[in-house]
């Protein structure tokens, strides 16, 4: 027998699913992660149904637009980062380390690939007077424009954007007081190493020692250098 029907304010069923409907859940989630991880958000339903190997009307059943599933993905992964974040804060006491073990643990987790809408910012002018931890980077793949910081008002739909913002930003002050962090790096930048240093390649070895490369020469970039 099939499960009550439920909703949530996403659009999404807050009750137990069938377990055929459970599965085809997951692969529909799986499978937006690596869609949308390797082409960027603009990717459209029609991509993930096939990647799911399901019918696009059953990614629709259960996300009623691009937008519910684009929401949960990158509220997914904003948790899964900030978690990385804290553990780095709390089980490492040197500063530099703690940086350098969450921007590891991120890259090699693919975290790059899927940063959300609620922390990535479009247009340089528009930067102009805001406090340097809040300038964020844009996402490749998106068109000009498209995607904002969440305004203030809208903090407690953000998606946990914030509390990311401000778990990263204690990491880098931090490393910055202890004299380890250039001057000039901002939260900005490290969620821009975190992108750059997620690069899409066919092979899993390959990417994974591409990852792994390209991180070591961005952290070197960095650190402060003794004058």
């Known amino acids: 027998m099939s499960a009550v ?8 069923r807050s009750t137990p699913l069938r377990v055929d409907a459970q ?20 990717a459209p339903m029609e991509d993930v149904a096939r990647r799911a190997r399901v019918g696009v009307g059953t990614v629709y059943r259960r996300f009623p ?16 980062l900030t978690e990385q974040a804290r553990a780095a804060l709390g089980q490492e006491d040197e500063p530099w ?22 922390v990535l910012r479009v247009g340089v002018a528009e930067e102009r007077g805001l406090p340097e ?18 305004p203030e ?12 913002l ?19 790096v901002s939260v900005s930048d490290v969620l821009l190493v975190i992108a750059t240093a997620a690069p899409s390649l066919p092979d899993a070895a390959q990417q994974a020692a ?8 961005l952290l070197e970039g960095l650190r402060s250098r003794p004058s």
């Open 5 to 12: 029907s439920g909703g949530r304010p996403d659009g999404t």
């Open 23 to 42: 599965r085809n859940l997951e692969h529909v989630l799986r499978a937006a992660r690596e869609v949308f991880g390797e082409l960027g958000y603009g």
């Open 65 to 80: 637009s691009k937008d519910v599933l684009v929401r949960r993905i990158a509220e997914e992964e904003t948790s899964r």
């Open 97 to 118: 380390s703690a940086l350098s073990r969450f921007l590891r643990t991120s890259v090699a987790s693919g975290a790059g690939r899927l940063l959300p809408p609620q």
């Open 133 to 150: 931890h809040a300038r964020l980077p844009q996402q490749r793949t998106q068109p000009a424009g498209e995607l904002r910081l969440v």
């Open 153 to 164: 008002e809208r903090a407690e739909d953000d998606g946990g954007a914030a509390e990311l």
């Open 166 to 184: 401000d778990v990263v930003g204690q990491l880098v002050e931090r490393a910055r007081a202890a004299g380890e962090l250039r001057a000039d």
């Open 210 to 217: 591409a990852s792994a490369r390209l991180l070591d020469i």
